[in-house]
């Protein structure tokens, strides 16, 4: 096997340090985190200066844990059975039984850090990635704290990976980035959205600033609207008791959705240090227009599945899910129509939508360019004009897609819809991804820009809490209103066809 630490010309080795995973024996670690770190050293970007350490309070021996992390690979990852790099992960691997309340384990923590340091030369770094209940990220960082286990000596570095939701309304938001900033400074605090990991997203900035065509058309003297959509074609699921606390509005609109528009939207960064490129996406946030109480009634749209059928099988109710109330009121489908106050997006409507039990699972920004005037075809078989789309899709198969009018061969002028396609694998090949190796490598070298800041957070809160003041003061008639297997309530339909609009349903 060729060393997995050496450096390639893709981009310097990851510092040196520990990565140690609060709730490491849950399904994020297995199926997620550490695939990502094997995708990683195949890639030659992790140091050989490395350990992983799981904290977490199911009992399981540490040769049971790295018996675990094999296995794991061999399904999640696709590693071969004979396995290099595998045993490299599982040999610098580590497990300790302990209780995210209990002082005591923390003590025991700094001192297995200590070791781990003395051990595998990491000087001092360590990332802790906290993939737990929302509830413990506050014990967690405060016992951290605690122990002086935050504390970055010179030369060193400390950093916290938290998973969403950062709170579940913008009091709890602003109460949680309090009590993480009175422990660690937000340069140490990086609020990972695993939706920013893929490469799709991250090539939007790219798109966009890096090629001279598409940047002078980026404004609503030529885009008619946008829409997004990050549909799952799957239920709740095992979520049933998560989802009844959250629902799809706290789960996906603050942080997915939003990331998502703030990168179509964002005035071009002076530069794309992390800060100034989150500058330019907490301001898109900041201008979405507040919605009053009564454009709550017309702007937002909820639902919520009932029985049908998903992928030719029957699919049950939401309320038949394990774990969710019989009678729950929760919504599996949010349909939202936002305007941004800025210049460039003035009178531009977005429309966004996720939804749970949809025909497929599918992740795409799509813009639709204003139609081109007729008059120059009023003499011709033409009866009107088909815009421009431009379809961004992030997942299942990342790539872009341009529609555009040609003429269609004949005596007569007929115009005819033609696609360009360029799909990620056919040029650069299908790289192995869970999503989460960018934010995992930018961790490591310090780079933020990929994670939310505190401002961000909290502005995203700001834009659906009238709607959940709303929703709450109202509880919804007619639960479930969609079924399994469509593409949501009609309601949705009805947002876009007022404006003279539809959804992409391709």
């Known amino acids: 096997m060729a060393d997995p630490m050496e450096t390639q010309d893709s981009g310097r080795v990851a510092d040196r340090c520990i990565m140690v995973i609060f709730g490491a024996s849950g399904d994020l670690t297995t199926r997620m985190l550490l695939p990502a770190l094997y995708n990683l050293a195949r890639a030659n970007l992790l140091p050989k200066q490395f350990a992983v350490l799981g904290f977490a309070k199911d009992e399981i021996s540490e040769d049971d844990f790295r018996k675990r992390t094999r296995e794991g690979l061999q399904h999640y990852a696709g590693a071969p059975a004979d396995c290099n790099i595998c045993d490299w992960i599982a040999d610098h691997t580590s497990y300790m039984v302990a209780d995210f309340a209990n002082p005591a ?7 297995k850090i200590t070791e781990l340091e003395q051990q595998h030369h ?21 016992q951290l704290g605690e122990q002086g286990l935050t504390r970055e000596d010179p030369g060193t570095w400390r950093r916290v990976i938290i998973e969403k939701p950062f709170g579940n309304d913008l009091d709890s938001a602003r109460a949680l980035n309090r009590e993480i900033a009175q422990v660690i400074k937000e340069s140490q605090t990086f609020r990972i959205d695993h939706y920013l990991g893929k490469e799709t997203v991250q090539n939007l900035l790219v798109f966009r600033f890096g090629n001279g065509i598409f940047e002078p058309v980026w404004n609503r003297r030529y885009i008619d609207h946008v829409e997004i959509t ?44 992390a800060n100034a490129v989150r500058d330019e996406q907490a301001k898109v946030i900041h201008a979405i227009q507040p919605l009053a109480p009564e454009d709550v009634l017309t702007r937002a749209v909820r639902g919520q599945y009932g029985e049908g059928a998903s992928g030719g099988q029957a699919a049950p109710a939401y309320r038949s899910e394990q774990f969710v109330d019989p009678q729950s009121n929760v919504e599996t489908f949010v349909a939202l129509k936002l305007q941004l106050d800025s210049w460039r997006w003035a009178d ?24 081109a005037p007729l008059v120059l075809f009023r003499d011709t078989p033409v009866e009107r ?6 379809v961004i899709h992030i997942q299942p198969d990342e790539g872009i897609s341009l529609s555009i009018g040609a003429k269609i061969p004949g005596a007569h002028v007929r115009i005819g819809d033609v696609k360009m396609d360029f799909k990620y694998a056919d040029y650069f090949g299908a790289e192995p991804s869970t999503g989460y190796e960018r934010l995992l490598y930018d961790c490591m070298i310090g780079d933020a820009t990929l994670f939310q800041r505190a401002d961000m957070v909290e502005a995203g ?46």
């Open 461 to 506: 809160w700001g834009v659906v809490e009238p709607i959940l003041d709303v929703w709450k003061a109202l509880p919804p008639r007619a639960f479930p209103n969609y079924a399994a297997g469509s593409w949501g309530p009609k309601e949705a339909d009805e947002l876009m066809r007022r404006d003279g609009r539809k959804w992409r349903t391709e």
């Open 122 to 142: 990491t000087q001092g770094n360590v990332i802790y990635y906290l993939a737990t209940l929302p509830r413990f990220i506050s014990e967690i960082i405060r």
């Open 105 to 111: 384990d923390f003590v025991r923590l700094k001192d």
């Open 348 to 371: 531009v409507p977005f429309y966004i939508r996720t939804g749970k039990r949809l025909p497929k699972r599918v992740t795409e920004i799509v813009i639709q360019f204003r139609r």
């Open 385 to 390: 004009m088909t815009p421009n789309l431009l």
């Open 230 to 273: 990050v549909a799952e074609s799957l239920g709740v699921e095992r979520r049933g008791g998560y989802y009844e606390h959250a629902g799809a509005l706290r789960d996906m609109i603050p942080n997915h959705l939003l990331q998502l528009v703030s990168l179509t939207a964002m005035e071009p960064p002076i530069s794309f240090q």
